[in-house]
């Protein structure tokens, strides 16, 4: 399973971006992918998450009402729609695949290489 994340870049606050992951291949543990975000000094959290099948998705509370997170039916792309961003956004952005939901980024087997999203006030 190969991912490759982009889409990441400067806003500000209020403003939005859109995050793409483009997924290649295929594997029995990738039921579910993640979103999750890295900041400077920071650990890893989770962002957000979509399964594969019913497209159920779940938020981390920063960004619920804010972030949407959205896939193709052909399994091979998923989305973060950013909108109302804050600067505390501000951060490595990280799509994963994982076999079941999990806020906890070691539960992912597969990552793609970040894309920084950086947002000024």
């Known amino acids: 399973v190969q991912l490759q994340a982009s889409g990441g870049g400067l806003a500000q606050a209020g403003g939005s971006l859109r995050l793409s992951c483009a997924v290649s291949?295929?594997?029995?543990?990738?039921?579910?992918m993640g979103w999750f975000r890295q900041a400077l000094g920071k650990e890893r959290e989770f962002v957000a998450s979509i399964t594969w099948g019913a497209g159920s998705t779940n938020y981390a509370d920063s960004v619920k009402g804010r972030f949407a997170i959205s896939r193709t039916l052909a399994w091979n792309t998923v989305w973060l729609q950013m909108n109302g961003l804050k600067p505390e956004d501000t951060a490595v952005y990280y799509c994963a695949t994982g076999a079941s939901v999990s806020h906890y980024f070691r539960d992912y087997d597969y990552w793609g290489q970040g894309t920084q999203v950086t947002v000024s006030s």
């Open positions: 291949g295929r594997a029995s543990r990738t039921d579910v």
